[in-house]
């Protein structure tokens, strides 16, 4: 996966996966928004959790450092009317 390789090329003196902490993550979300934007950043942290979560579950880790590091605010996304007419119309249909 590609975003675990953006992890890595961040993380690559960390030596162990239990020595990674939310202080880590948090320095990879602020190195990681430099070069994409805020909502591929909150994705990264999507799969990088279940990474975390799988780890933890399996007892490579004692503790999942994702669940306490901050979401980056995304701005929604503006819906045209034509567009909102549409999702309704088939909201409508499928109902």
Do not use: C
Request: glycine share 6%; aromatic share 10%; hydrophobic share 45%.
């Amino acid at each position: 996966m590609e975003i675990i390789g953006f992890f890595q090329r961040y993380a690559k003196d960390v030596v162990y996966l239990d020595a990674i902490e939310a202080e880590t993550m948090d320095r990879y979300v602020k190195w990681r928004v430099k070069q994409v934007k805020p909502s591929t950043v909150n994705g990264d942290l999507v799969v990088l959790n279940g990474m975390f979560k799988l780890a933890a579950e399996k007892g490579l880790i004692s503790v999942n450092p994702i669940p306490k590091v901050k979401r980056l605010p995304v701005k929604p996304k503006k819906v045209s009317s034509s567009t909102n007419s549409k999702g309704l119309f088939y909201l409508t249909i499928a109902v």
